[in-house]
């Protein structure tokens, strides 16, 4: 059975990062970007990050280019971006596909396992995977759910 901690993906600033690393721990997967709409979620991320992190949540950001362009910038941009204006301190990856023939393995597999209201795809910026301590996907959620929204859930895989 394949889990989150089979993948391993590449950091923001260039380097290997084995997701096993994160067993043990409740991980939210975002797909994100710095010129959309709901951009400003990352004020609420880093808020959940802030407040769950030394109870065992980790949240990775995935910046995607693939809707309307929103992701632009390389990876010194989005970094100076996400620190400049939001304050972000969770781990961010390196830009990824999350649809179609190139898409990364682990959102491919995280599609898979929670196809959602798109028959799998991928709807827009900020959409959000919350994995339990074991690796599997507990829930998706719309890019529209606010992070704190996303709290009870968060606190329920913690205890779980």
Not at 125 to 153: I, W
């Amino acid at each position: 059975m394949t889990t989150l901690h089979d993948f391993t993906v590449t950091t923001l600033d260039g380097r290997e990062q084995d997701l096993s690393d994160y067993a043990g721990k409740v991980v939210l997967v975002v797909n994100t970007a710095s010129q959309c709409g709901l951009t400003p979620q990352y004020e609420g991320l880093e808020a959940l990050h802030q407040q769950y992190a030394d109870q065992g949540l980790v949240i990775l950001g995935f910046p995607c280019n693939q809707f309307g362009a929103q992701e632009p910038g390389g990876a010194e941009e989005i970094e100076e971006f996400c620190q400049v204006n939001y304050g972000v301190s969770f781990p961010m990856m390196a830009k990824v596909d999350v649809n179609g023939a190139a898409a990364h393995p682990l959102y491919q597999w995280l599609r898979a396992e929670a196809p959602g209201e798109e028959g799998g795809d991928i709807e827009w910026n900020f959409a959000k995977f919350l994995v339990g301590r074991d690796g599997q996907v507990l829930q998706r959620f719309s890019p529209r759910t606010e992070p704190a929204e996303l709290a009870p859930a968060v606190e329920e895989a913690l205890r779980g």
